[in-house]
């Protein structure tokens, strides 16, 4: 996509998640600008449509970030400041939300990434922890990967996940805002867990310091992981012993 730097449709400004559809329309979620919002583009970067204008009322959102397709092609998507998920058609038309703010079971602080698995299950990480499992229609189903400050992980900043339905969350480190795990003495950048939540593994970047993270997991279960530094930026491959 080469839009443009703007407020317009069809422009983006300071851009956070990137997801295609069945089609191959991508779909980016503009965070941080003065009117964050959800764009689509076909497949050659030609602008389509845009919908989710800034606001709290129903289908608005102040803050985009972790979006997901599930398997009836409804995109979920992450509102960080309005605190829940937001449900649409690709169309863009606006079907329903859920989320409770607060530390409740079930309830959602500060969400930044999202997850759907092939059952329509949908993850969702709190960037304090924990990460949630919810079912298609938002109904609480479990809990993992809880903040542990000062020595266990917090400052969850995204996640993705694999075609067999095993979670990936991506731990932030100082430099990014004190958020690194420390294991026997190394940092751990990703973590993983199986659709149930159990732990599985977790990897670190080489680079000793890195803020923000994303990543995406190939049919194999190789991860494809991108870090930023202040000094570097980056693609790193993990894949399970």
């Not at 000094?231 to 399970?240: P, R, S, Y």
Request: charged share 25%.
């Amino acid at each position: 996509i080469n839009s443009g730097s703007g407020r317009l449709p069809g422009e983006v400004e300071d851009p956070r998640v990137v997801v295609s559809d069945s089609a191959g329309d991508i779909y980016v979620s503009d965070g941080k600008g003065d009117r964050p919002r959800i764009q689509v583009f076909n497949h050659a970067g030609e602008f389509l449509r845009i919908f989710a204008p800034k606001g709290i009322l129903p289908g608005m959102i102040l803050r985009g970030h972790g979006m997901g397709f599930g398997p009836q092609e409804r995109l979920y998507v992450v509102d960080v400041d309005n605190m829940r998920v937001n449900v649409y058609e690709k169309s863009g038309e606006f079907l329903y939300d859920w989320g409770t703010e607060g530390l409740v079971t079930g309830g959602v602080n500060a969400p930044h990434g999202l997850y759907v698995d092939r059952n329509g299950d949908v993850f969702v990480n709190g960037y304090y922890g924990p990460t949630q499992k919810f079912n298609s229609q938002g109904d609480f189903l479990l809990s993992f990967c809880h903040g542990d400050p000062p020595d266990g992980p917090v400052f969850f900043h995204n996640m993705t996940g694999d075609r067999w339905g095993n979670a990936y969350v991506m731990v932030r480190t100082k430099s990014g805002g004190q958020g690194e795990r420390q294991t026997a003495g190394r940092r751990v950048s990703i973590m993983k867990y199986n659709n149930n939540g159990d732990f599985v593994t977790e990897w670190a970047f080489t680079a000793p310091d890195h803020r923000e993270s994303t990543a995406v997991v190939d049919a194999d279960g190789k991860v494809y992981a991108l870090f930023t530094s202040k000094t570097e930026m980056g693609v790193e491959i993990f894949i399970e012993d």
